[in-house]
């Protein structure tokens, strides 16, 4: 008759059935500890600017050792370009994604003004474009890395949609073609003001792009009678 199991070899069941449970713990803990990390980051890049923001801070402000910040990333240019792709990505990401291969030019640039003033203009997201703004001139890699995972998809997806609009006859001038920054200018010159004079006089950036937008496609409009 066999021997009934002892606490001792029912020991290592045990502890394979736990093995799972805390190895979620410990990435669920990691990537904790990378977002706190990020956000700390922008907080300090957006308060000092790139140059002068110190890992040091960073840590401080996200509560843990300087040390810990190079588990996650190796530099300052590579926890900038991991802010990028975790802040601004995904926006571009469902904009490649969008059932849009039919929608007219006008209503895609409405929707356009509506995600750039709701996902960007809106939120922590303004303060990356801003940082770029002020000193991607001086860090041409911060400039290389926003221009690759942000500008050149959102530009791709710009220029397919004037390019059907043209095709089927919505407009009679390539110049969005030619020039698909026209339609998101605007909101740049928003983030810029709201930067410097804001305090001073603040500014309707919604309604300042839908402006915008009506006399683009009036001018447009023009073109093709």
């Known amino acids: 008759m ?4 002892t606490k001792r070899s029912r020991r290592p069941a045990l502890q394979a ?3 799972p449970r805390a190895r979620n713990r ?3 803990k990691s990537a904790a500890t990378r977002e706190a990390i990020l956000a700390a980051a922008l907080d300090e890049f957006a308060a000092r600017g790139f140059a002068a923001a110190r890992l040091d801070d960073v840590a401080r402000r996200a509560g843990v050792a300087k040390g810990t910040i190079y588990v996650h990333f190796r530099d300052k240019v590579t926890l900038f370009e991991e802010l990028v792709r975790s ?3 995904p926006v571009i990401a469902a904009a490649e994604s969008a059932p849009i291969a039919d929608m007219p030019l006008r209503l ?3 929707r356009l003004i509506e995600t750039f003033v709701r996902e960007i203009y809106g939120t922590r997201r303004k303060d990356v474009l801003r940082l770029i703004i002020t000193e991607g001139e001086r860090f041409p890699q911060l400039a290389h890395i926003y221009y690759r995972e942000v500008i050149a998809r959102a530009l791709k997806v710009l220029r397919a949609v004037v390019q059907r609009a043209v095709a089927r006859g919505e407009i009679g001038d390539d110049a969005l073609l030619h020039f698909p920054q026209l339609l998101i200018a605007p909101g740049l010159v928003g983030v810029i003001w709201d930067a410097l004079f804001a305090r001073f006089e603040p500014l309707d950036v919604a ?3 839908r402006r915008h937008l009506d006399l683009l496609f009036e001018a447009l ?3 093709r009678t």
């Open 2 to 5: 066999p021997k009934p199991a």
């Open 17 to 19: 059935g736990a093995g």
């Open 26 to 28: 410990r990435l669920e």
């Open 87 to 89: 802040a601004l990505v």
């Open 108 to 110: 895609f640039a409405e």
């Open 207 to 209: 309604a300042m792009m």
């Open 221 to 223: 409009e023009r073109r």
